[in-house]
């Protein structure tokens, strides 16, 4: 028996597999968006983000060149010599002159098409086209390729992004709108819960067992329970629509675990520092200010990230509180939105905005992901 509190439980290599399991799970999809948003639209179309090194296959329709002004005569018909590739020449597989077979014929085939008229392609994008002359007139024969194409990477999403849009398109002003948001609405919490989890811990008052099991309480309410009340109170007193309305739902709604999170990190705090502080003269701000908070520094940044995450990845609050048709206030998840109804189909702009959109979040829980879990551990153990 003298072993078994340092004996190493058997279950450990479930444990470590289910943690990287979880660690895939997140990761993958976050690794997808930033190679896809690198793309272009016909690559994410061809295969997936996992393939983005490799060449894919795809199909793309080319025009031949205007017969009526590159045709030469050629016997009792005409001929247009050309290539259909503008730029850089692709490795065609198959090509047709059909969108119902464009694959029908390979490299070097001749299509026979109506009337006599043939169209030959070869490998490299060269053509010879032949016809008569009501044939060879108006504008240049569709061609359907096949292609291998090697991969490409592009800044041209961000640029477009960031850049092209103005209004409700423009995403780099919907980043600043949701920094604009989410740091006060961050920071006003902290500064509020902490001085009502210091009262909670350390002064006797009346009712600060009911106080407690009240705040309790708060956690388990919707947030959608509360957005009626508070936009007519917020409409009431001229703050509904901005800002400020944005901060202080977000104050009211993330307060409840604040305190609950703060208060229970410092009533574990040893009680001999604030005795001997009181002692020496302190009051309780000087004790609050010089002790606490250098002392409680892991539970504020550990509710800091998850509040700063809360705030900006927001629609809902962002939606009743920042209504505005002009776009000046809109937020980044709105902004998206915004995309998924206009752009539909563009997955490249899509994938950029989102990978856009997590960056700063997940830079900062990277920055501060060691604070994390002592500060979700405080109290738990003594």
Sequence with gaps: MAGVAGKKSSLTWAVQI????????????????????????DQISASGWWAALFSSEQSEV???LDPDEHRVLDGNGFRVDGTIFADTPLNIQAWGVSSRDIAAYQPGETAEMKGGETLTLRRDGSYTWRGSDEQLAGRGQRVFVTAQVPPEFTLDNYATILFSGSGQDNMAKAFFNTLTVTIPATIIPIVIAAFAAYALAWMEFPGRALLIAAI?????VPLQLALIPLLRLHLGIGIGKGYIGAWLAHTAFGMPLA???????????????IENAKVDGATDFQIFTRIIIPLSFPALASFAIFQF???????????VFLIDATGSTTVMTNQIVELLGTRGGNWEILATAAFVSIAVPLGVFFVMQRYLVRGLLAGSVK
Aim: charged residues 10%; hydrophobic residues 60%.
């Design 309 to 319: 995450l809360w705030t900006w990845n927001d629609l809902l609050v962002a939606k």
């Design 259 to 273: 305190v609950y999170l703060l208060r229970n990190y410092m009533a574990g705090l040893p009680r001999d520092i």
């Design 62 to 64: 080319f025009r031949t």
């Design 216 to 220: 309790v309480g708060l956690l388990v």
């Design 18 to 41: 289910s943690v990287a399991l979880l660690v895939l799970l997140w990761l993958f999809p976050t690794v997808g968006l930033f190679v896809s948003s690198f793309r272009t639209a």
